[in-house]
């Protein structure tokens, strides 16, 4: 498999690069340039550029580099820089590009011009998730500013000139990764997107905010590797974290020489950390890193570019067996993940999955994101978390405290200490803002409440959210539907038409109260003597009728017009048949159903046969006699609502028999 360029990860060999970078760069060609990138050695790849650059060769390929170089290190100030040269020397550039080019703009605060640029990968590419949700989400800055203002943010007070970011909480002690006290590497070979992991610390987190001072996590004088992000056992027992590529004292790589990442598991054995073995699914030819747990601790989810990832990088989890083995990991799928990077997941105590990416719609470069976990196992809607939390640059590793609201995330904003930084927050407001729907359904004529009317909740997509029935005092609540956004409310009830309510909610916790008013749809028709025109034929009363009622009953017809296993109409029931043509033409709106029984004699197959022919030879006679077919249905029975228990086998008279072979003219609209 061919690694693809995935930001997140270290990549051990650049450590090495980095080392030997000052003696080599008086011989470094382009040739050397470009081993160092693909190499994915990014330090060393921007400073083989600018000489190259400096001597004022600006041609397109060492500009488009070097200006990625600095994308995938973070430095969106300078990558702007050379992406701007990029595009003065050539602006039909690929998408990718394109999409870097915006984000960098977006560091830099320059939305409206990173707004048109994203419009031009729009164009491009059409069929990307990311071209889809910026489609579709064009007010995504209004949008962010609604979910803003809600922390209040600080410096953990861990910070280093280096980088520390990826902390979480064990036993009231902040754990943290930290390149501090390495040794002789320079300060700018530290970035969490491609220098090293560095080392575990810990700090005891005081009662004011304040912390301890940081010392190392766990006594590890190995120094040919580097730990990171790690998660633990809600009983402090066992610990999953990443590291490079390294186990049983040799360093592991892939196809490309290059050392990746690896997710590791450890078990606290007389108070040390020991019995390290590297999970299952690893692999030396992709990498695996910042795991997270579920809430029941059965899952673990974590990031990866392995076969099958949609972007640079994609979230995945795998089931954590009873015994200790894995599962197969699974993708996320695009519902979360991006061509871009999703990363850092972190599962909160509400069961809410946080995460961070430069895939969707955000300030600039990584976004934290949120969405709450549904009980099916289904993510709820993916929202930004707003600033100060997200800024222009790369913001991530957002954990939290789902009972005090307190927590700590990582950014490389601009004024922090080191190259990455641990801040602190409280969050003030939370993001989830809900309502509940709290109505009535009422007769609009009378107002009298109606009782079990059938309610259905969409969204402006008409999608169906919710469906509920009203109660004895025609009440219904729609509970916890999100605010600020508009719905339908669809509601039906027999005699009654299908009623459209719009409900709009306001951006703020509480009720919205409605009331529907529904108008009948058909209304009783009032008693009427009809005459019926045949010869020999009685005036006869009818009504009231309405929807539902059976006119073979309101008009004394008999039971059943056929002879026996026949499906023509005797003729003999043609007279009676004339009083239920008469009242159609009468009331020339009535529409019926013709509905066809018999009785359990003979086979359920044969029964069913004669009576959708019973059924359809009356329509045909109605139709015959001017009624008009759009007004008709007939359907057949068979034996399968008898009136009377006598089923097969069961003795009865012919007369219990002939109670089950009826014909039913039932009104389905007046």
Known sequence: MKIKIVTLFFLFSSIFHVLNAQNAFSSLGLKSADKKYDDYAYADAIKAYEALLSKNEKDEKPVQRLANSYYFIGDFYNALKWYEELFKINENQDSETLYRYAQSLKSAGNYSKANEILEKFNQKAASEKRASLIQNDKNYLDEIKLNSGRFQIADAGINSPYSEYGSTVLDNKIVFTSARDTGGIAKAS???????????????????????????????????????????????????????????????????????????????????WGNVKELPFNSDQYSTAHPALSLDENTLYFASDMPGTLGQSDLYKVKINTDGTFGTPENLGNAINTEGRETFPFISGDNELYFASDGRPGLGGLDVFVAKIKDNGALDEIQNVGEPINSRQDDFAFIIDSKNRNGFFSSNRENGQGLDDIYRFTETRRLICEQDIIGTVVDAESNETLTGASLILFDEKLNALQSIISDEKGNFIFPKVKCGRKYSIRSSKNEYGIKEAQVSLKRENGSTTVVINMNKMFKPIAAKTIEIKKIGAKPINIGPIKVGTDLAKVLKLPMNFFDLNKATIKKTSEPQLNKLVTVLKEYSTIKLDIRSHTDSRSSASSNQILSDKRAQSTKDWLVKNGIDPNRLTAKGYGETQLVNKCADGVPCTEKEHMQNRRSEFIIVSL
């Not at 997107?193 to 304040?210: E, R």
């Open 190 to 272: 530290f970035r969490w997107t491609n220098k090293s992991f560095s080392k575990l610390y810990t700090a005891v987190l005081m009662p004011d905010g304040s912390v301890g001072k940081p010392i190392l996590f766990h006594k590890n004088e190995n120094r040919k590797f580097n730990e990171s992000t790690p998660v633990f056992t809600k009983d402090g027992r066992v610990m999953y974290f990443t590291r490079n590529n390294f186990i049983n004292g040799k360093r592991g790589r892939n196809d490309q020489k290059v050392t990746l990442l690896k997710l590791y598991k450890a078990e606290l054995i007389n108070g040390e």
